[in-house]
């Protein structure tokens, strides 16, 4: 399989397969990834490589599936932490004594960002559609993950992640790189009058460049380029932030998409991390 291009780099590793992004790849003191549906143990709407509790498998295949990812990428299964996501814009600061949360501790519920600047700390997001946002601080050696579906993006879940690493971290914004990654794209991104209003609102951002009306009462919407537009009001530099281009409605065999699926499906997850001194890799 190739599915290379220039912001997303096909891997596959120990039988599981996952993407990368090249302009994270050139950060060595981070490691990183977006799963697929490929190289797990689940079965049916779930195969195979689900990422997702609570809809359905069992805790055991997604529990192994982790293990699974981790071993691929190089990441330490225990070092995950994860919140319960509610489509708000809650950013929350990780350490060490978070790791397992979400997997073997309970999870925080209602956050739906993550930042740490510990080394083997790895932060997890769920997605099936909603857009993965990657944050990476080369100065001060920070990283930010955060969920953004329509509602986040429209709430500016961007530019609050921003804030957060600014805050907790003094980040300087123009030092950021982020990913916009794998998630619903504007080739398939169609919705109603409700949605659509509430991004034609947001008029400093040019919202005429990047939604289409298509008659019917139906409209398209670029959430790439909206999150684009909010990380850029928030101080990150166009060259520095990079769009995957990568959509997961039109790539149903590769990665579970939640409209495609009509929501019988398994997830997928984005990892970061800020590399230990023992990492395996
Ligand atoms: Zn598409």
Redesign the pocket.
Known sequence: MNLNTKQVTWNQNRGVGFLTFPALERLPFLSHAFSTRLGGVSQQEFSSLNLAFGRGDSDRNVLENYRRICAAVGLKADSMVSSAQVHKTVVRRVGRQNCGEGFTKPQMEGVDGLITNEPGVTLVTHHADCVPLYFADPVRKAVGLSHAGWRGTAAGMGAETVRSMVREFHSRPQDLICVIGPS??????EVDFPVYEVFAGMKDLSPQDWTREDGGGKYHIDLWQVNRRILMSAGVPDQNIFISGF????HPDLLFSHRASHGKRGGLSAFLALRGNSDAD
Do not use: K, R
């Open positions: 619903i794209g504007p080739c398939c991104f959509c997961t409605q039109c």
